[in-house]
């Protein structure tokens, strides 16, 4: 295990390494506009959501490592305190690397890349038609991290008014993840594509506790057959099942290999009867 300080580092390898090492990130597409009303467009990895009530989300446009300038979104977020962020996705991804290109100042990142702006309804920058997901926020705050290059500005925004894509919804007015198609940044040149085989669902302990690792049998915890995830799955089951039942579930297996059964029930979600298959 490599282990070191940032201060041993130059900030380029430091940079390299967090970025290859935190991810995938979500990409804020950030639309804005200096105090002439000159539009830019600009996509920055640095960026979540933090807040549902109020709506926050924050990106920061980190001075540049190579120059130590500040980059244009921030300075005209500086000049009208307003953006929208646009998601990507896989349909405008390459569009969307277009945008990062370091055109001077003034150069419409509209025109260059061929998105399409579509007017605002409560902000004055320009949303990007292209995107499902687009959000009007005001800036809050911006706080800057520091005047070298590298150094990160939180540009920290309210939502006000959110346009989607109806076509991305499911059932239930919520954003169905199969079809929206987000892309995401990794380190050096690398993105990832939340689609498919890439995509899995994985039910969150909301208001329930599962019995967690240090209840189940030693011989369990300490088996050299289960991964880490089997034994997550296995304490996550909220209670102990009962010992008749899982007596009749080991009955119907008498003839086979206890471990590769309970692995392979894992693998059907079928946590209890795995359990029931090793205890």
Same mark, same amino acid.
């Given at each position: 295990m490599l282990s070191i300080t940032p201060e041993e580092l130059t900030v380029p390898k430091l940079h390299q390494l967090l970025l290859g090492s935190i991810g995938p990130r979500p990409i804020c597409f950030a639309s804005t506009v200096d105090a002439n009303g000159n539009r830019n467009l600009a996509p920055f990895s640095f960026f979540n959501v933090f807040s549902a009530n109020p709506p926050i989300l924050v990106f920061s446009p980190a001075r540049s490592g190579r120059t130590g300038e500040s980059k244009h979104t921030h300075d005209n977020v500086k000049e009208v305190p307003e953006v929208v962020i646009n998601v990507v996705t896989y349909d405008m991804v =390459?569009?969307? *690397?277009?945008? *990062?290109?370091?055109?001077?100042? $003034? /150069?419409?990142?509209?025109?260059?890349? @061929?998105?399409?702006?579509?007017? *605002?309804? %409560?902000? #004055?920058?320009?949303?990007?038609?292209? *995107?499902?997901?687009? %959000?009007?926020? #005001? /800036?809050?705050?911006?706080?800057? &991290?520091?005047? +070298? @290059? $590298?150094? $990160? +500005? %939180?540009?920290?925004?309210?939502?006000?008014? &959110? =346009?989607?894509?109806?076509?991305? %919804? +499911?059932? =239930? $007015?919520?954003?169905?993840?199969?079809?929206i198609d987000l892309v995401a940044r990794m380190g050096g040149d690398w993105y990832c594509r939340a689609h498919g085989s890439a995509l899995f669902e994985l039910v969150k302990p909301l208001t329930n506790c599962g019995i967690g690792v240090d209840a189940l049998p030693e011989h369990i915890r300490l088996s050299e057959f289960l991964s880490g995830n089997d034994l997550g799955k296995l304490g996550n089951i909220e209670e102990v099942p009962d010992a008749s039942w899982m007596k009749e579930i080991k009955s119907q297996f008498e003839d086979k290999d206890a471990i590769q059964i309970a692995k392979q029930l894992l693998s059907e979600g079928k946590s209890k009867e795995a359990l029931a298959m090793l205890w």
């Amino acid at each position: 295990m490599l282990s070191i300080t940032p201060e041993e580092l130059t900030v380029p390898k430091l940079h390299q390494l967090l970025l290859g090492s935190i991810g995938p990130r979500p990409i804020c597409f950030a639309s804005t506009v200096d105090a002439n009303g000159n539009r830019n467009l600009a996509p920055f990895s640095f960026f979540n959501v933090f807040s549902a009530n109020p709506p926050i989300l924050v990106f920061s446009p980190a001075r540049s490592g190579r120059t130590g300038e500040s980059k244009h979104t921030h300075d005209n977020v500086k000049e009208v305190p307003e953006v929208v962020i646009n998601v990507v996705t896989y349909d405008m991804v =390459h569009q969307m *690397s277009l945008a *990062s290109s370091p055109y001077a100042k $003034g /150069v419409d990142e509209f025109v260059k890349t @061929g998105f399409t702006p579509i007017a *605002s309804d %409560l902000v #004055k920058p320009a949303r990007v038609k292209e *995107s499902p997901v687009q %959000l009007e926020c #005001k /800036v809050n705050e911006v706080v800057e &991290l520091g005047p +070298n @290059g $590298g150094a $990160g +500005n %939180l540009v920290i925004c309210q939502v006000l008014k &959110l =346009h989607i894509d109806e076509t991305k %919804l +499911n059932e =239930h $007015g919520q954003i169905d993840q199969t079809k929206i198609d987000l892309v995401a940044r990794m380190g050096g040149d690398w993105y990832c594509r939340a689609h498919g085989s890439a995509l899995f669902e994985l039910v969150k302990p909301l208001t329930n506790c599962g019995i967690g690792v240090d209840a189940l049998p030693e011989h369990i915890r300490l088996s050299e057959f289960l991964s880490g995830n089997d034994l997550g799955k296995l304490g996550n089951i909220e209670e102990v099942p009962d010992a008749s039942w899982m007596k009749e579930i080991k009955s119907q297996f008498e003839d086979k290999d206890a471990i590769q059964i309970a692995k392979q029930l894992l693998s059907e979600g079928k946590s209890k009867e795995a359990l029931a298959m090793l205890w």
